[in-house]
């Protein structure tokens, strides 16, 4: 908590007792070799002792420490948000994951249940979501539908106790290893596009499924097109009532904004290890770092960082305070995004050449590459940022609303593509 100098007695135990739970948890002579910053006899250690991100899920998950915020009676503290920042920096300074690898799970899923699910569902699924034992995917985006996600054309015809489904999402990341997934589909074509829709938990494994992996241009298959014919969903995993999916649904893209903007997913986030300075990753190869306008560039990442965490800090606060995130949320992802993207454009511009071409087996220069290719995805994952803008100007700034043609219209008259 920089901004905050050092922690209060209270947040002291608090850290004192999650080092202790740490102690408990970790191999003999883990947090001793982060202490003094011998990070080679860490990596062993991580290696002998099996250390994986899914086991590491699975023992932090299991604790109340994976989920602060979350209501004790699921696995969480019923919390308050500096001990996330705590627990955090413990995390960071202890080499360890920052973001669950169950990341749509406990981001998006998790909330969206906390806040629209039956006591059953809640039992059911979230421990197992903060255990990682059942990895969550998102079924919104389709091909006609993104930024206008409410005019989805997926169907579900009510039979009986279950739903049946037809249609074809897509974008839908680590579809091909999730066990389930949020699913938005249309119960009701004869009302407007916003009123017709309902929420479902999909099991990922349910005949009819296909989850075909597409190739992206770092080489990844992230994300996916999924089929769904004639797809059985029992009555019981809807969530909130029939009609009342966007409700459900705006619950899990404003949480979207929120997690995509608090955190940064480099691949240390997921599977824990040594932090770079992201500054030196920068400099490396600038011939001449005096250079002022190399300087004044990276001043200007370092303000732009700060004003990230503390705008991230302040949304978080708003949950804390029961209230579901708000335009906040859009406002960092908006920055964020956009803030990665200059950071990983620098890093491209500042290394002249040697970004473009490397020799095989030059993994600083293969990442850096990764990393500009792939922050292109990060002004159109969770909302574009002509969108979020949109909303911004709406909702914060007050400016009169986007058109809207079909409105009032019975989704089943407008033309679709
Ligand atoms: C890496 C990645 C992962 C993703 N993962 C998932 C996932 O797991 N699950 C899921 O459901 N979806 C996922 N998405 C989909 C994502 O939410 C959509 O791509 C996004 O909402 C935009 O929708 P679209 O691609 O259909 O673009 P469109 O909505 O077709 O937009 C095209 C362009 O028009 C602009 N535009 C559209 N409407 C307006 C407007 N009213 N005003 C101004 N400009 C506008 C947009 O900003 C954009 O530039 C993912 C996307 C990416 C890139």
Redesign the pocket.
């Known amino acids: 908590m920089r901004w905050t100098n050092e922690d209060t007695p209270e947040q002291q135990e608090f850290r004192a007792g999650f080092r202790a739970w740490l102690g408990d948890n970790l191999a003999a002579g883990w947090m001793e070799a982060a202490d003094s910053g011998a990070d080679d006899k860490l990596e062993k250690l991580k290696a002998d002792s099996g250390f994986n991100p899914f086991t590491w899920q699975g023992t932090i998950g299991r604790s109340p420490y994976a989920a602060p915020l979350w209501p004790e009676e699921f696995g969480g503290l019923s919390g308050e948000v500096w001990m996330q920042t705590v627990i955090r920096s413990e995390l960071v300074h202890y080499r360890l994951p920052t973001v669950s690898i169950n990341l ?1 799970g406990v981001g998006l899923a998790g909330p969206t249940l906390i806040a629209h699910g039956t006591q059953e569902q809640k039992e059911r699924y979230l421990r197992k979501i903060l255990s990682a034992e059942e990895v969550w ?5 389709e091909p006609g ?5 409410a005019s989805l054309s997926t169907r579900a015809v009510r039979d009986g106790d279950e739903w049946v489904v037809n249609g074809q ?1 897509v ?3 680590i579809a091909q290893f999730s066990k389930f997934g949020m699913l938005l589909a249309r119960t009701n074509p004869d009302v407007t596009k916003h009123e017709g829709l309902s929420y479902f938990i999909l099991d990922m494994k349910s005949p009819g499924v296909d989850v075909r992996p597409l190739k992206q241009m770092t080489g990844s298959s ?2 996916n097109e999924v089929f769904l014919s004639d797809v059985r969903i029992p009555d019981a995993n809807r969530v909130g009532d029939v009609g009342d999916g966007w409700r459900c649904a705006r619950t899990t893209l404003m949480n979207e904004r929120v997690a995509l903007a608090g955190i940064s997913l480099d691949p240390v986030s997921f599977t824990g290890g040594v932090r770079r300075d992201p500054w030196e990753s920068y400099l490396e190869g600038i011939p001449d770092r005096t250079d002022p306008s190399v300087r004044q560039r990276l001043a200007q990442f370092y303000i732009e960082s700060e004003v990230k965490e503390i705008t991230a800090f302040r949304a978080n606060s708003a949950r804390l305070r029961g209230q579901q995130p708000g335009p906040e949320g859009s406002v960092n992802k908006v920055f964020n995004a956009e803030y990665n993207q200059r950071r990983s454009n620098f890093a491209v511009d500042a290394n002249g050449i040697a970004a473009t071409a490397w020799m095989p087996g030059d993994t600083r220069a293969e990442g850096r590459a990764t990393t500009f290719l792939r922050a292109r ?1 990060n002004t ?8 979020l803008r ?1 909303q911004m100007a709406e909702r914060i700034l007050g400016l009169p609303r ?1 058109v809207e043609v079909d409105k009032d219209v019975a989704w089943a008259d407008v033309k679709h593509s």
């Open positions: 749509l995917c998102q079924l919104f985006s539908s993104g930024s206008d996600l999402k974008w839908t990341t992230e994300f995805a159109i994952e969770g909302g574009t940022s002509e969108v949109n986007d």
